[in-house]
Structures are given as C-alpha cells and as structure tokens.
C-alpha cells in the first residue's frame, strides 16, 4: 500500500538525483578533454573538448560542458590536429618483388609493417601513386575490411605512360612482372577508353601518368646511366585527363620539366608529382598557370639526392608556395625506405626550404584531403568529420619534429596508436 510519506519519500530522492546538474549529460562513444585544438582551419583552440560517435567527429566544445564518453582520454593539455596525409606512396614496390610469390611475401613482411609505421607516426591517409593494379586494389579492399591494420588508403592502380617511357625503362628495365602490372603502356589514343573505363570500374580514386622525357626520347633520366625516356604522345595524355574527367576521376601527372608541365596544365590535370626540378627558379608564365589553375603541386623533396637536384626542388618549392600555389605533401616512400618516419623528414625539408610549420601542416592536412577529391571527410577537425587525429606533446607550429612521436593516433574514431604511459 502506497502511502503520502512514500510518494513524498520518491519524490524527495528524484529531486537529490538531478540536483546539480541543469542540463542533462550528453553521451559520445569517445570524448577528448583538455586538448590544444589545432583544427586545421587556422587557428588554436585552448581547453577543448572533441566528442566522437561511430567514426565521426559529433562535435567540439568548450571545456566545462556537461559531456561524457564512454571512453575519456584526458589529452593534458597537449596538441590535438588532424591526422597526416602523406599524398605519394608506393606501397608495394620493392627490388626484392618480381613474381606473385616475392609480392606475397614482400605484402606479409614488409608492407604490412610499413602500413603500422606509418600509423606509428601519425599518417591516417596515403595516396598510392603507383603499384601493381590488382594488389594494391586488393589491399586497400583488406585495410577497408579491418583485415589489415594501416592508413586509409587510396589508390591510383598503375601508372599510365608510353611504350619506352619511366619507369618502364627505367626502374623496371628488368623486372617483366612487376612492369606489367604497375605500368599502362598506352601506345594508341583508341585504347584509352578502356583502359580508363577499367579502372573506374574496378574503383580507383584517381588516375596517375607520367609526362617525363620527349617525343623522340632525346630526353634523359635525371638520375643514372642516361637513359633515353619517351613521353606519352600528347594527344593520347590529353583523352586520358578528359576520359578521366567524364568518371569523375582527378589526374595527377608525375612531370620534371616546364615542357611537360605546361601541356599538362593546359589539358587540366589536377596535380603535379615531383613538378619541376631541372631548372630553377620556375618560369613566372608557369607559376601564373598553376595559380590559375589550382593546380596542386606535391614537391617530393627526398626523391632528389644529389644536392644540385634538391637544391633546385627546395628553392622551387619556397618560390611557389611563396606565389599561393598549392602544395601538397608526399615523400613517395618505397620499399625500405622508413614508412612514416619518411613523412616526418619530408615535412622538416619543407620547413628547411622556406614554408611555415602551419603551411606545412596544412599541406599534409587540409590541402592533401582538397587534393585528394576528400575535403568533406578529412583534412580538418571538424562536426561531421571522420575522426581521424592525432595527438602530440610539444607545440608543431614552433617545431614540425613534435611530429615524429605522437602520444595517440586515431583514425575512424578508434585509438590505433597509444603511448600513454599507464
Ligand atoms: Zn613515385
């Protein structure tokens, strides 16, 4: 039997309960306190709170809103930005990989470790410029599935170039297999269709050629034994941009010389591997062209070795980034080289050449996901967002090397780095 003293007794321990607390608490799958936001867009945010359900970023706010995670990692006050693009990688391109069975084993022992050292440094993001077509597709196909543990990858399946033309000549001179399957030889503007038609349909993000060398192959490889490198006719370059175009497939072309840029930029390519590094500075007439045109341009600093090549890469990349160019950052990291580790270097040469830690920042972030046809998904920390971020100690805008060690990396909302000491 229900008494008054009873009800009055229900009553009184409701009240006790929400006494206190105003607003009702807000529940996120994760909540990031205490963080130093850089967001990405400009700008740092002390004291803020990132809240996260599923895979997207729910929301930010300000420290003291009444919110909760199922998960709460305290960052303490240190950096949180955006996970890093690195927008030139090849993943699966090794000396060591000639047939299925070296390509097997390379995949097993050494790509799968490169793909955790790169999340090990930060990088949620890269872009393959280059690798065995059906291997890399079944790849990334492993690492969407959760099979695999690495960055989200995208992928350009082979590279698209002339009979004659690099790397066929060059880098796989010898290596039948693996030129096969990394290299499109197009010798004929009529296969173009196909070709561009196969790759869409097998789901590729982009498309990537190479417009290096001349006509009539006078032309020679910048590094090594003075090989002779055809460039792809340009009538054929020209119906891959359009025939990529109508399916909706940004092109990104691998060039040296302002000969090859220039066509290039006027066929509407989307961006520029390597760029122009036999010659420096850079025409004004070309700087005016890729401005114009928003070209994106993705510097690959440590591919030059020899001092007089990254001397003229270094100096190209200050004076374009300096005339509001786009860049963009990508090492084009290969076989042994340190996967991740390689970001970190390429993002210190950037510094070294003249750009802002911001500049670069935003060159391996916001930029690379604007590059990459991605900007609504990523680049930045921001409501609706995939949560991919990182967090480290120190301050990236006064020293970019903070970045070689994250204190947690996270991509698709889900903690796959974790340095904290417990
Ligand atoms: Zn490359």
């Given at each position: ?152 990858l995208l992928v350009v399946g082979p590279v698209l170039s002339a009979p004659g033309g690099h790397p066929s000549v060059t880098l796989f001179a010898d290596n039948s297999w693996v030129r096969e399957r990394l290299v499109a030889e197009m010798a004929r503007v009529e296969d173009v269709k196909e070709t561009i038609d196969r790759l869409a ?220 000491q417990e």
């Amino acid at each position: 039997m229900t008494t008054n003293l009873d009800r009055l007794m229900t009553l009184i321990v409701l009240l006790a309960a929400t006494a206190g607390c105003g607003a009702p608490v807000e529940r996120s799958d994760v909540l990031i306190t205490n963080a130093r936001l850089i967001d990405g867009t400009g700008g740092v945010q002390e004291g803020a709170m990132i809240a996260i359900s599923g895979d997207r970023i729910e929301g930010i706010f300000s420290e003291g809103e009444p919110r909760e995670g199922d998960l709460t990692i305290d960052a303490g006050g240190r950096t949180v930005m955006p996970g890093l693009i690195d927008s030139h990688v090849h993943v699966i391109v090794d000396r060591t990989v000639v047939d299925q069975e070296t390509l097997d084993e390379y995949i097993e022992n050494s790509a799968k470790r490169n793909l955790a050292d790169f999340l090990a440094h930060g990088v949620t993001t890269i872009k393959s410029a280059g690798d065995p077509e059906d291997a890399i597709l079944e790849l990334r196909q492993l690492i969407e599935e959760g099979k695999v543990e690495g960055p989200r990858l995208l992928v350009v399946g082979p590279v698209l170039s002339a009979p004659g033309g690099h790397p066929s000549v060059t880098l796989f001179a010898d290596n039948s297999w693996v030129r096969e399957r990394l290299v499109a030889e197009m010798a004929r503007v009529e296969d173009v269709k196909e070709t561009i038609d196969r790759l869409a349909g097998k789901g590729v993000d982009g498309v990537k050629i190479v417009y290096q060398g001349s006509d009539d192959g006078s032309q020679t490889y910048l590094y090594g034994d003075r090989i002779s490198i055809r460039r792809l006719p340009r009538e054929i370059m020209e119906a891959i941009i359009e025939e990529s175009h109508r399916h909706g497939l940004r092109v990104t072309a691998h060039t040296f010389e302002e000969e090859g840029v220039i066509p290039v930029v006027e066929a509407g390519v989307d961006s520029l591997e390597h760029g122009v590094v036999v010659k420096s500075p850079v025409s004004e007439t070309v700087v005016e062209m890729l401005r114009e045109a928003g070209v994106f341009y993705i510097p690959t600093l440590q591919v030059f070795r020899a001092a007089e090549a990254r001397g003229r890469a270094m100096a190209n990349l200050k004076q374009l980034s300096e005339a509001g160019v786009k860049i963009v950052l990508g090492t084009d990291t290969v076989g042994s080289t340190p996967a991740g580790a390689n970001t970190i270097s390429e993002a210190e040469r950037m510094v070294e050449a003249g750009m802002s830690p911001a500049q670069v920042i935003q060159a391996a972030t916001r930029t690379a996901a604007e590059h990459l046809g991605r900007g609504d998904d990523l680049g930045t920390l921001e409501t609706g967002k995939l949560a991919d971020l990182i967090i480290v100690e120190g301050d990236p805008l006064e020293n970019i090397s903070v970045l070689r060690t994250p204190w947690m990396v996270m991509k698709d909302g889900r903690v796959v780095v974790d340095n904290r000491q417990e």
